[in-house]
């Protein structure tokens, strides 16, 4: 079955700084989504990327179908970025698989 | 612009007892999911419906059931709750099984004791 692998883990950063997470998937790519779990709970969709570059302020995401990966770009990261980010690949069978996730902290 | 409604927001139950969670899809959206997500885990995929009929199931125990209304809201019913049934559910929606993507809900977080 499919599976989605994200890295890293875990990241701690200062804010204003800048980081890339990294999501690799193992069968083509139809649709792929990232969210941000915020520290309440709540999933808040981030980038809807089966392909290309997209951007929403701070944020941007690449996804490359033909390798197999996206990037979540976070730049100057604010203590409100903190939580779990999840990339969620679109499965044949009508529904998203999540990643495990990377835990991101943003120290003030 | 609506969203995804879910209630209640938290819910706490006694072992064995039964809860029923609810989901109001974004307006004109056909496909309706569930998901299940245990502390530090990532959401886990129960059941979806698709114009009120189930068009697919994942790790969903017996012990639960869902369906979807003719106003496409959906309910997930568990009985004879576990200590091991606490978690965040998720509910979403979204346009022809999700082809373009999904919107969830905030959750409802359920605790058993």
């Known amino acids: 079955g499919i599976q989605v692998e994200q890295s890293p883990p875990d990241l701690i950063l200062q804010e204003g700084a800048n980081s890339t997470l990294r999501c690799n998937f193992s069968?083509?790519?139809?649709?792929l989504q990232w969210f941000h779990q915020n520290p309440w709970g709540q999933l808040i969709n981030l980038f809807y990327?089966?392909?290309g570059t997209k951007q929403n302020g701070r944020l941007s995401a690449t996804t490359v179908a033909t390798e197999r990966y996206s990037l979540l770009y976070i730049s100057s990261s604010q203590t409100t970025d903190s939580g779990v980010y999840f990339c969620?690949?679109?499965?044949?069978?009508?529904?998203?698989?999540f990643g495990t996730g990377t835990r991101l902290k943003v120290l003030a | 612009a609506a969203g995804v409604i879910q209630s209640p927001r938290h819910l706490i139950k006694e072992k064995r007892e039964t809860a029923t969670l609810k989901c109001y899809p974004i307006?004109?959206?056909?496909?309706v999911y569930w998901y299940q997500q245990g502390p530090g885990q990532d959401p886990q995929f129960l059941i979806s419906?698709?114009?009120?009929?189930?068009?697919d199931k994942g790790s969903i125990p017996d012990r639960f059931s869902a369906q979807q209304f003719s106003d496409y809201h959906s309910e997930l019913n568990m009985s004879s709750l576990e200590l091991g049934d606490s978690a965040l559910y998720f509910c979403?929606?979204?346009?022809?099984?999700?082809?373009?993507?999904?919107?969830f809900g905030s959750g409802t977080r359920l605790t058993v004791v």
């Open positions: 979403a929606s979204s346009l022809r099984q999700g082809a373009y993507g999904y919107t």
């Open positions: 069968d083509s790519v139809n649709n």
């Open positions: 990327i089966p392909s």
């Open positions: 969620a690949q679109y499965s044949g069978t009508y529904k998203y698989i």
């Open positions: 307006p004109r959206h056909d496909t």
């Open positions: 419906f698709y114009e009120k009929m189930q068009s």
